[in-house]
Nanobody, 120 residues
């Protein structure tokens, strides 16, 4: 019910734009955001956005990441610039009632299948 795209391999300093498309029901009734998981650890919040436009970013990506919605397409984007090797992870789109800084991946709400981002 959440379909992600846009991951891949990029050199340090490069950029990627991740996309996540949800059903109308999910998109309208949940906050949307992105988590990432590195090496089997718990999921770390990258960014989230509420229906009123309020955004949240992890300290490690402030100034490098921008989350934005396209309400007409039920899609949320994550633009990441100045990528670093420590950004390497599987990135998951999620639709949740609330976003915490760290969660067990897939523990609640709706999650995408994940997209790999590798920065070298």
């Amino acid at each position: 019910q959440l379909v992600e795209s846009g991951g891949g391999s990029v050199q340090a300093g490069g950029s990627l734009k991740l996309s996540c498309t949800a059903s109308r029901f999910i998109f309208d009734d949940h906050d949307m955001g992105w988590y990432r998981q590195a090496s089997g650890n718990e999921c770390e919040l990258v960014s989230s956005i509420r229906s009123d436009g309020t955004t949240k970013y992890a300290a490690s990506v402030i100034g490098r990441a921008t989350i934005s919605p396209d309400n007409a397409k039920n899609t949320v984007y994550l633009q990441m610039n100045s990528l670093k090797p420590q950004d390497t992870a599987v990135y998951y789109c999620a639709a949740l009632p609330v976003f915490y800084s760290h969660v067990t991946c897939h523990a609640y709400g709706y999650w995408g299948q994940g997209t790999q981002v590798t920065v070298s």
